[in-house]
């Protein structure tokens, strides 16, 4: 599988003139070797050169830690004292016009800025360039064992949220930080390897869309918004994300919460029913926009309907307006409209969806209305 992947991108550095690659910190990592860094200021290196073999130099105290893959890359480690930037650089190709010509390395987008800043002080004729631009054509599309986990990890989530519609998770009097403890608890419970966000936003805090659960004491008489997603491993140790927004309300909602509501669930609807193969990403956008702009909403929409997910929560294709990329089987990707009105209330729903050939898949099954909960 890894072999694979690594054949499939140096297709794309070939196609875009890049000599190798450089993968550190950040999920192209796993993805293309089975090996994740630790985010530490050690350096953790995958050099991939178009023609030749892979190697990933690794501190020698975290050589424990990887499963060696002899198909996939030697393994090189380095001890503190040493310079691990010179076993990068030695590894480089030679460069147009022999050793010391120009080279275009693609770097991994979340590599530390500080390790390529010491690989152009050491490589002169070194040019950067990001990583995604080779990775994401490939890591965009699931293949049938990537969507199983996708699909895993999205019903282990559907089951928490489910139990918060059905008033099984006590809430009032409870303080968002407190009741984001027991979800955190309850996504590694259901098989994630690990809690990636657990927003709990009461009353006000839900118009601030990525507010951090806090103090706040959930009131009667208001709506939560549950925003939660973990990380799930699937074979080879490589593991794939779950993210589902779902809002309830203690106590019955005022008319203005549930027309709004009706709205963003229209909207959502019909962002899903838009995301089909062929159709571009910002079209879904704008499909689901124009729901929320005809209800009068749509300044209160203030960003993009969806990203792409995969081995990293946030991914390549996002659901935004100016990208043209039409989906393809084997995209995931969010559809999670919103509406936010500042110091008083905001709202969102979201689920992952697969495009299929049959049409979209959702990954989350459970209920999409305001589920009201007593109080
Ligand atoms: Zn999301
Ligand atoms: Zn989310």
């Known amino acids: 599988m890894f072999a694979d992947r690594l054949a499939r991108v140096r297709a794309h550095m070939d196609?875009?003139?890049v000599d190798v690659l450089l993968l550190s910190v950040g999920a192209d990592l796993p993805y293309f070797c089975g090996y994740e860094a630790m985010p530490l200021e050690r350096l953790t290196m995958l050099v991939v050169p178009r023609d030749g073999d892979a190697t990933l130099?690794?501190?020698?105290?975290?050589?424990?830690?990887?499963?060696?893959?002899?198909?996939?890359?030697?393994?090189?480690?380095?001890?503190?004292?040493?310079?691990?930037?010179?076993?990068?650089?030695?590894?480089l190709p030679a460069g147009?016009?022999?050793?010391?010509?120009?080279?275009?390395a693609a770097i991994g987008d979340q590599a530390w800025a500080g390790f390529a800043v010491d690989l152009l002080a050491a490589r002169p004729g070194l040019v950067l360039s990001r990583a995604s631009t080779v990775t994401a054509p490939i890591r965009m599309v699931k293949d049938a064992a990537e969507?199983?986990?996708?699909?895993?990890?999205?019903?282990?989530?559907?089951?928490?949220?489910?139990?918060?519609?059905?008033?099984?998770v006590p809430l009032v009097g409870r303080s968002e930080a407190d009741v984001a403890a027991e979800i955190a608890r309850r996504i590694v419970d259901e098989g994630h390897h690990r809690v990636n966000f657990t927003i709990v936003a009461s009353g006000p805090n839900a118009a601030s869309p990525h507010h951090e659960a806090g103090d706040r004491v959930l009131r009667s008489g208001e709506s939560v918004l549950f925003d939660i997603g973990g990380t799930m491993f699937g074979a080879d140790g490589v593991g794939y994300?779950?993210?589902?927004?779902?809002?309830?309300?203690?106590?019955?909602?005022?008319?203005?919460?549930?027309?709004?509501?009706?709205?963003?669930?229209?909207?959502?609807?019909?962002?899903?029913?838009?995301a089909t193969v062929g159709t571009p990403c910002a079209e879904v956008d704008a499909v689901a926009r124009r729901v929320l702009d005809?209800?009068?909403?749509?300044?209160?929409?203030?960003?993009?309907?969806?990203?792409?997910?995969?081995?990293?929560?946030?991914?390549?294709?996002?659901?935004?307006?100016?990208?043209?990329?039409?989906?393809?089987?084997?995209?995931?990707?969010?559809?999670?409209?919103?509406?936010?009105?500042?110091?008083r209330w905001g709202m969102r729903l979201e689920d992952i969806v697969v495009a299929t050939d049959d049409g979209p898949d959702p990954m989350n099954r459970i209920d999409h209305g305001l589920a009201v909960v007593d109080a």
Do not use: K
């Open 96 to 104: 147009a016009g022999g050793p010391g010509g120009d080279v275009t």
């Open 147 to 168: 969507v199983d986990v996708l699909r895993r990890a999205g019903a282990a989530v559907d089951r928490i949220l489910a139990d918060v519609q059905a008033g099984n």
């Open 15 to 17: 196609d875009e003139g």
């Open 241 to 274: 994300c779950s993210d589902i927004t779902r809002c309830v309300h203690l106590g019955e909602p005022p008319a203005e919460f549930a027309e709004a509501y009706e709205a963003l669930h229209a909207s959502q609807a019909a962002g899903v029913a838009a």
């Open 57 to 91: 130099v690794v501190p020698h105290l975290e050589a424990p830690r990887v499963v060696e893959r002899p198909d996939v890359f030697d393994l090189v480690t380095w001890r503190d004292g040493e310079d691990p930037i010179r076993l990068v650089v030695d590894r």
């Open 294 to 343: 005809d209800a009068g909403y749509g300044e209160f929409f203030v960003h993009r309907l969806g990203h792409g997910i995969g081995v990293e929560a946030h991914e390549h294709p996002n659901l935004v307006a100016g990208n043209d990329l039409p989906l393809a089987a084997g995209h995931a990707f969010s559809i999670e409209p919103g509406i936010y009105v500042a110091d």
